[in-house]
């Protein structure tokens, strides 16, 4: 690879969503919801899923508003990884 070469550089999304457990070791389960308008009917529809990320010094709880991007397979269902925490859960 020559200096005027540029070496392509991947970069995966980055979506923020809630954290609903933070029961695993160095794991988190964060759920992701996006409004989509329904085709036919033109209605907006709240779809969403959940996705394991890795939070690396298991700094987040419950009910955390965070950021997580996408990285490469961390595990068997870890690809995404912790960002920031941009609004911490009230605790009760």
Known sequence: MS????E???????????????K??????????RRVKH???GKFITRSSKVHAHDAN???REGD??????????????TWSLVS???R???I
């Open 3 to 6: 200096l005027n070469e540029t």
């Open 8 to 22: 392509a550089v991947q970069t995966g999304r980055v979506v923020t969503g809630k954290v609903v457990s933070a």
């Open 24 to 33: 695993m070791d160095k794991s988190i389960v964060v759920l992701i919801e």
């Open 39 to 41: 085709p036919v009917y």
């Open 58 to 60: 298991n700094d987040c």
């Open 65 to 78: 508003r965070v950021t997580v991007k996408e990285v490469r397979p961390i595990s068997k269902t870890k």
């Open 85 to 87: 925490i941009d609004e």
């Open 89 to 91: 859960a009230t605790q």
